[in-house]
């Protein structure tokens, strides 16, 4: 009990949002989708984070730091088993947004945007910006750093 109320507490805990999540998308009363909306906005907002109500999942994707800046769009499609960190992005521009295939790794701070598709068992990067298709298998990364002036005496 302990452990759940930590967890709670820092808003690692998403069973009941994602619960109610699942359960908004069955529901075909429009007075009790409106509530059950609020109430999902509601606990995205103290998590930190937005999850478009029409999002498509095949199922509870996974995400180890919670919902922590995490930003999906309502037009976003997402496959079994993906994980996603802290503060990735997956935007849309207009209605289309990207679509992600199954048990995909998507880093922290990572932006996806567009209506691109993102093949199955792909790797992205912490950091990376994806706005083109990327191929089944695959890793992303952002670009390498660089130093731009050396300090003398260093």
């Known amino acids: 009990m302990r ?3 930590v967890d709670y507490s820092r808003g690692d805990n998403l069973n009941a949002f ?3 999540f699942f359960w908004r998308s ?3 009363r429009k007075w009790l989708r409106d509530v059950q909306t609020l109430f999902l906005s509601r606990m995205a907002h103290r998590h930190g984070g937005y999850v478009g109500i029409e999002a498509a ?3 509870r994707p996974r995400l180890p730091h919670g919902l922590h800046g995490v930003y999906i769009s309502r037009f976003a499609s997402i496959g079994r088993d993906c994980c996603i960190y ?3 992005t997956i935007g849309e521009t207009g209605r289309a947004a990207p679509r992600i295939g199954d048990r995909c790794l998507i880093g922290a701070g990572a932006i996806l945007v567009g ?3 993102i093949g199955s068992d792909v790797k992205i990067g912490a950091g ?4 083109t298709d990327v191929p089944d298998g695959s890793t992303v ?3 390498a750093a660089r130093i731009l002036k050396k300090e003398r005496g260093a």
Request: include cysteine; glycine fraction near 12%; charged fraction near 10%.
């Open 115 to 117: 209506g691109i598709t």
């Open 26 to 28: 069955r529901t075909k």
């Open 86 to 88: 802290q503060n990735v």
């Open 3 to 5: 452990q759940w109320l």
């Open 128 to 131: 990376a910006v994806v706005h």
């Open 141 to 143: 990364v952002p670009c």
């Open 18 to 20: 994602w619960r109610l």
């Open 57 to 59: 999942f095949g199922g």
